[in-house]
């Protein structure tokens, strides 16, 4: 029997778009697309500015172990601790996830997504420390948000466009392996996984993939790896992204914006209407949302 949770509160809203959701340094850090700025914020909602960001869609942001903020974007940029800023890869990226071993992925597909460019099939790169890359994956149905299991031996990736969660082994090299599916019926963007590698996902059954007029604008599960669903929460907004964390770990966030079309995005932007909701899993986070 699936569980739902609390009804989640608003913790910040007037924002244009929201994406890339990471607990870092004891705030919620965020991409605050379309204003071209990475935003720090607190759970009682005090919210500061903490680097530039592209001014676009499509970015994330993640750290290297050092502590030092990577973005992606137009270039995978390296945010230095005086304020510089250096292209760390030429080519640029969708989402990110850097693994406790240093690894950086970086995902992305080779499509006019927001010009209604024909898709092709994406891609995962490993990109090292000297800013080289080599493929470690492909025939990826539009990947989107990544993670990697708090043991550290497993990456996960959201296909949008094929809505599932698909797992691969991660070797010592940083290679991907043993690829499988992890869950099938979701419709996953930003995704996020606790301690106990249960990953939070959005669904399919939301108002952007249905015709039901019942069904709600948004909707995240907590699905285990083979497909069984735990608990679920909806919001009234569409969800983009979920990140773990807050006091003792067990804040869910829920980063949330109106969805029209890709056509119509930036007309939503001017409305500011995103919106970071929160409420309390049964899990704490864990893995690079820990971080």
């Known amino acids: 029997m699936v569980e739902y949770l609390p009804p989640p509160r608003i913790l910040l809203t007037g924002l244009t778009m929201v994406e890339s959701a990471r607990w870092h340094d004891g705030r919620l850090w965020f991409a605050h697309w379309g204003a071209g700025e990475v935003l720090a914020v607190d759970v009682e909602g005090r919210v500061e500015k903490m680097a530039d960001g592209p001014r676009m869609m499509g970015w994330a942001v993640d750290w290297l172990p050092d ?30 996830v850097i693994d406790p071993h240093g690894h950086m992925y970086v995902d992305g597909f080779d499509f006019d997504f927001l010009g209604g460019g024909a898709p092709e099939p994406g891609w995962i790169d490993l990109v090292a420390p000297d800013g080289s890359s080599r493929r470690v994956a492909g025939d990826l149905e539009f990947p989107n948000g990544m993670v990697v299991t708090p043991d550290g031996a497993t990456l996960v990736v ?18 991907l392996t043993g690829r499988r599916v992890w869950a099938r019926g979701l419709g996953p963007d930003g995704i996020c996984i606790d301690s106990e590698s249960g990953i939070w996902a959005q669904t399919a059954d939301t108002a952007a993939h249905s015709d039901d007029p019942r069904a709600p604008a948004g909707a995240c ?11 679920r929460v909806e919001t009234e907004l569409a969800c983009f992204a979920c990140a773990l964390g807050g006091p003792g770990g067990r804040t869910l966030f829920l980063l949330c914006n109106e969805f029209e079309g890709v056509d119509r995005m930036a007309a939503v932007q001017a409305r500011r209407s995103a919106t970071i909701y929160v409420t309390e899993a049964p899990v704490r986070g864990a893995g690079s949302d820990r971080r």
């Open 67 to 96: 502590g030092r903020l990577i973005t992606t974007g137009p270039t995978v940029t390296r945010h230095e601790s005086h304020g510089q800023s250096v292209v760390h890869r030429a080519r640029g990226g969708n989402e990110i």
């Open 158 to 175: 959201a296909e949008s466009f094929a809505g599932r969660l698909t797992a691969f082994d991660i070797g010592d090299d940083g290679s």
């Open 221 to 231: 599960v907590r699905v285990l790896e083979g497909g069984e669903i735990t608990h």
